[in-house]
């Protein structure tokens, strides 16, 4: 994308154990754990303040399509393939309520989220006049719906959803509870012809995946590669919920140094996608476990243009990408929590506390 942005906050894993992104391994002090709970209610006071604004924009009949209750079943109703879906589209929206949708993404989302989001819906440009004027492929057939009443000491949570992009997030008692699942997809993957030619905009994912795997030697392919047929898509594809997958793959313990750079590189690309504070509380998570826990596994070629897979899991996340479709052009790279899409085990657990 060649995106900048602004580099992800360092937290330490010792941070809070009142925070869902948090281990409860992680040992923290007084001081910590009130500068933990800072950064989620910045997070979640902003997120808030995006919904209001965006919510009182619109007329009775916007808002009966936009607004569900928080307990709605339709919540864990997710796509990334072009379908309908509930909520309000961008194209049922006024120029103005535009702008404010679009804060609600702002909200949430890194500099470089942002831009590959952006990326990827103006994409249905592409396939518009590549399909020959297909009126499926809309660049504002992308969904926003919203559960429950925004609030910053409530639960209520958001979804902006459409072909290839699906952002899901859930908040409760002023803290964000879950990010995912998150998906985004391209196709193409790389544009080879018009105005915007070379435009790649899931690169990074792809690159730094491949930088890992070809810096393996044999005795780490040998643990590494999956066997069998190169996976047709992501393994988890959407279903409500995300299960470990095996074979897991070499534990980034065995990996060498520069190796594990690379693989944390790779994992950036997905918890990047999200503001640096929220981003920063799920590294000092995965780190909190410690390499043993972290794997990589790989499946196809890895040349440039080859059918190839991979996947990244920890005991609490599962970083999926594969890019078969269209000659290997057309990539889809998601991110789960087993425990908590939706935020599902939190949700629990706050109401069973709150009650």
């Known amino acids: 994308m060649g995106i900048m942005r602004p580099s992800l906050l360092i937290i330490p894993a010792a941070l809070a154990a009142s925070l869902p992104f948090v281990s409860s391994r992680a040992v923290?002090?007084?001081a910590e754990s009130a500068a933990a709970v800072a950064v989620q209610a910045k997070a979640v006071a902003d997120m808030t303040q995006a919904a209001k604004i965006f919510l009182a924009s619109l007329d009775d009949g916007q808002k009966a399509e936009a607004v569900f209750r928080a307990e709605d079943d339709e919540r864990k109703n997710w796509h990334f393939v072009p379908l309908d879906r509930k909520g309000i589209t961008l194209e049922k929206l006024r120029p103005e309520q535009d702008h404010l949708a679009y804060a609600m993404l702002n909200s949430?989302?890194?500099?470089?989220?942002?831009?590959?989001a952006a990326a990827i819906m103006s994409q249905e440009k592409i396939l518009f006049e590549l399909e020959n004027r297909a009126p499926h492929r809309n660049t504002e057939k992308y969904y926003l719906a919203f559960f429950g009443e925004p609030s910053e000491t409530g639960v209520w949570g958001w979804r902006w959803e459409g072909h290839h992009f699906s952002l899901n997030v859930t908040v409760a008692g002023g803290k964000v509870l879950s990010m995912t699942p998150s998906f985004m997809g391209t196709n193409p993957g790389e544009v080879r012809e018009g105005p915007r030619k070379g435009l790649r905009v899931l690169a990074e994912e792809e690159e730094h995946g491949r930088q890992l795997v070809k810096s393996l030697k044999d005795d780490q392919k040998a643990v590494a590669m999956l066997p069998g047929d190169v996976p047709a898509d992501v393994i988890s594809k959407e279903e409500r919920k995300a299960v470990p997958l095996q074979p897991a793959g070499i534990a980034a313990d065995k990996l060498e140094?520069?190796?594990?750079?690379?693989l944390w590189r790779t994992i950036e690309e997905y918890i990047g996608r999200f503001?640096?504070?929220?981003?920063?509380?799920?590294?000092?998570?995965?780190?909190?476990?410690?390499?043993?826990?972290?794997?990589?596994?790989?499946?196809?070629g890895t040349d440039v243009g080859q059918p190839h897979y991979y996947r990244i899991q920890s005991p609490e996340f599962l970083f999926e990408y594969d890019n078969t479709q269209n000659n290997a052009n057309h990539p889809h790279a998601v991110w789960r929590d087993f425990a908590n899409d939706f935020g599902e085990d939190l949700l629990k657990k706050h109401y069973s506390e709150a009650h």
């Not at 504070?277 to 499946?299: N, P």
């Open 28 to 30: 923290s002090t007084d």
């Open 108 to 116: 949430v989302l890194s500099n470089e989220g942002f831009g590959k």
């Open 257 to 262: 140094p520069g190796q594990r750079e690379m």
């Open 275 to 300: 503001r640096p504070d929220l981003a920063g509380l799920v590294r000092g998570q995965l780190k909190a476990g410690g390499a043993g826990t972290i794997t990589f596994a790989w499946s196809g």
